[in-house]
């Protein structure tokens, strides 16, 4: 049985844990403060600060884990994402007060005639990219409240999380440069999936079927199943409509006449254009379905 790291709280706890019980992995536990639990019999949770996941990956406390690309890039240990999880999007940027002469990436050089002092919680993250462009910085590492940084004098310019930049604006900063993207991803160690040709562990092929369970939850989360009656006559403009994974299903009807059965998965987000093209087409008894899962 493999164990994987989970965030113990917060919105990545909330979003992973939907995630592994809609792809069959329900997390079990005993209690509200339970620090592991099973999932669905065949891996075992633990559950820890997002913050600690990596090192619990990296040094083998955890077959894997799942937390915030951010935070896996900040710890500077070797490891892997398998698989990106969508949730959890938000970036690291450098922000400077809208007053500020430091517009764009090019501004942060000297200030004042000295290094740009840069408050954050991400040092190791902001010290590389400052080094990547060439630039001399002083790192002042913050715990929280980095906005205030600015303001009160501690620092020039700040590198922090956003998502929408809401934040950063009631505070009175703007984004001058992205430093990085971000989401969850499902970790591991390097070596850990085997290389083309190589044999696979038992740890690599169960790793293996844990990806490919929680990809066929996230493929078809964007995706709906659509059924329709439509004349036989429109079929090449029905297929134009419904592209489908490799083209519509087309199903002869009972009693049908000129009509036949087709089936497609289709983009969430176009659902409604699709079925009023439908409807333009001669197209009847429209049904539309979320998908489980969806499995290249």
């Not at 000297?110 to 990547?132: E, I, K, Q």
């Amino acid at each position: 049985m493999l164990r994987i790291a989970l965030p113990n709280k917060g919105r990545l706890a909330d979003d992973a844990r939907e995630l592994f019980n809609d792809a069959g992995l329900e997390v079990r536990v005993r209690g509200d403060r339970a620090l592991t639990a099973s999932l669905g019999g065949e891996f075992e949770a633990i559950f820890v600060r997002a913050a600690d996941i990596p090192e619990f990956v990296a040094d083998g406390a955890a077959d894997a884990g799942v937390t915030g690309w951010d935070l896996v890039c900040e710890s500077e240990r070797p490891l892997d994402a398998l698989l990106d999880l969508g949730f959890g999007r938000c970036r690291i940027v450098v922000a400077a007060r809208e007053d500020s002469a430091v517009h764009t990436a090019d501004d942060l050089g000297v200030h004042d005639g000295r290094a740009v002092r840069v408050a954050t919680v991400f040092p190791r993250v902001t010290t590389r990219f400052f080094a990547s462009l060439g630039r001399e910085a002083t790192v002042v590492p913050i715990s929280g409240a980095v906005e205030i940084a600015p303001h009160l004098g501690i620092a020039d310019v700040i590198v922090d999380l956003t998502s929408t930049g809401s934040t950063l604006k009631v505070n009175g900063l703007r984004e001058v440069a992205t430093v990085l993207e971000s989401s969850a991803r499902l970790i591991a160690t390097p070596g850990t999936m085997p290389a083309a040709g190589e044999t696979a562990s038992d740890k690599a092929r169960a790793l293996d079927e844990l990806v490919a369970a929680l990809a066929s939850v996230l493929r078809a989360r964007d995706r709906r199943y659509v059924m329709a009656n439509v004349p036989r006559a429109a079929l090449d403009r029905v297929k134009e409509v419904l592209p489908g994974i490799s083209g519509p299903t087309v199903i002869d009807i009972m009693n049908g006449g000129t009509h036949v059965a087709v089936h497609a998965v289709v983009a969430a987000a176009t659902i409604y254009r699709t079925i009023a093209q439908l409807k333009a087409l001669g197209g009847e008894g429209i049904l539309v379905t979320r998908i489980e899962r969806l499995m290249p």
